[in-house]
């Protein structure tokens, strides 16, 4: 028997037949109810000392942020997950200015990330400025991760990342001034900023550039990453 969690086994799908699949390390963060994250260092997942590596979720990035469930405050799943998403948008309805966002919560007992990014692409400015600040997080978050590791790919998956659209230039915008890794080696041509605000998929570019992208495999990276591990035992 093998066990593995979700992230890590996401990270290893999209590896083996995703958008890191020409790549031999890699980095996925997995957006959901929470935060999670996968790392993959010569084709297999990296477990660190006790199991525990990759824990993006719970990198900081504001040090007097929101409390987090892991003790600390400011953890980057509380502004990436769907559930921070959530937790966001009741804030600007107590606030008193987010009209669409109170009217979309009364109406609708399930209130939820979706919704928001509905209302965000259909140009609601507090359900944007959520969405924004989604970005804004992950690209502090990964400006970090990149600055300490320097791999040519970081894959964002999980079912916020559906919500590309709404968060990836805030991403984008981001990382050049918190990175100097980022700054020297991101893509020169067809800004990966641009292709961001189009939703679109990264493509693979020339060694020793970091490429952003979202994930391919969607909700099936994970079986993909578990049919894999036996292959790897």
């Known amino acids: 028997m093998i066990l593995e969690n979700d992230a890590n086994a996401a990270a290893l799908g999209e590896k083996w037949l995703g958008a890191a699949r020409d790549l031999d390390d890699m980095c996925m963060l997995t957006l959901g109810t ?68 109170a009217r979309a919560a009364e109406s609708d007992p399930e209130f939820s990330a979706k919704i928001i990014y509905n209302l965000a692409i259909q140009g609601d400015e507090p359900a944007r ?7 804004e997080a992950l690209g502090i978050v990964l400006a970090d991760i990149i600055n300490g590791l320097n791999l040519p790919m970081y894959v964002i998956g999980g079912g916020v990342s559906s919500a590309w659209e709404a968060f990836a230039p805030a991403i984008f915008s981001t990382l050049p001034r918190r990175s100097m890794v980022y700054a020297a080696t991101a893509p020169p041509e067809r800004t990966q900023a641009a292709a961001g605000a189009a939703g679109e998929v990264q493509p693979r570019t020339a060694a020793r550039r970091t490429i952003v992208t979202r994930a391919l495999m969607g909700s099936d990276a994970g079986l993909y990453g578990a049919a894999r591990l036996p292959l790897l035992a």
């Open 129 to 135: 400025d959520i969405f924004r600040r989604v970005g």
């Open 34 to 101: 929470g935060v999670g994250g996968g790392l993959v260092l010569g084709g297999r997942i990296f477990h660190g000392m006790t199991g525990m590596a990759a824990e993006f979720g719970h990198f900081t990035v504001y040090p007097d942020g929101h409390p987090c469930n892991c003790g600390n405050r400011g953890c980057v799943e509380q502004y990436a997950s769907a559930t921070a998403i959530v937790r966001m948008a009741r804030e600007e309805i107590a606030g008193g200015s987010a009209t669409q966002l």
